[in-house]
């Protein structure tokens, strides 16, 4: 009697299971995390509380509980919630096996959160090569403008007409290092945003999307 208390003031998902995979017992944690009323899952067969996909790695999984195994793994359950199971045989005095009993800890905004980390190290990443690309590419274009300057020059001086392809050549090298900075720029506010993202706090100065 103590033991069940006990089991129904856990925050995890306690259960029981007899050998005919039936649920014997749940606690209301277990009603928690599945969404599924205790009516409809204790008497029921457990697979319908596992998504279908994780089905047969589970069914893995409770065989090897009734062959005297303690066992572990993740499910998604049909919800969409991931929990982490932990479940080991179930005794009675004869150190016979007769069922399964386990906890199942709700680890899904654990996941979530090793999610959205894997995303924003992407997101540093590309920040990173995109900045890296524009840097290299503003030197060159510098030395560009430059020698087309020099040229045009040059031909004033030497009494050329003014070459009409040259200034549009000029025209079109600044339009790209104008484009250059202007990425830099927004490189330089995403970088901003992302580091506010991963410090989780609200971005309230600008809209970085709007930027580009």
Known sequence: MECKKFLDNLRDAAYEIDMKGIVTYANSAAEHLTGVPLTNIIGYFFLHLVSEGDREKVMNLFIKTLRGEETEGEIT????AVAHLKTQPLMNEK???VGAFGIARDITEKNKAAERKLQLDKVE???MMARTCCHEMAQPMQAIIGGAEAMELCMKQD???ESRHINDLIDQVIRLRTTLANLHDVVKLKKMAHHTMQNGKPIEM??????L
Request: charged residues 10%; negative net charge.
């Open 159 to 161: 009494g050329f007409i």
């Open 125 to 127: 990443a590309a920040l």
């Open 95 to 97: 150190n016979e096996v």
């Open 77 to 80: 359950i049909p919800n969409g």
């Open 206 to 211: 600008f809209d970085v999307n709007a930027s």
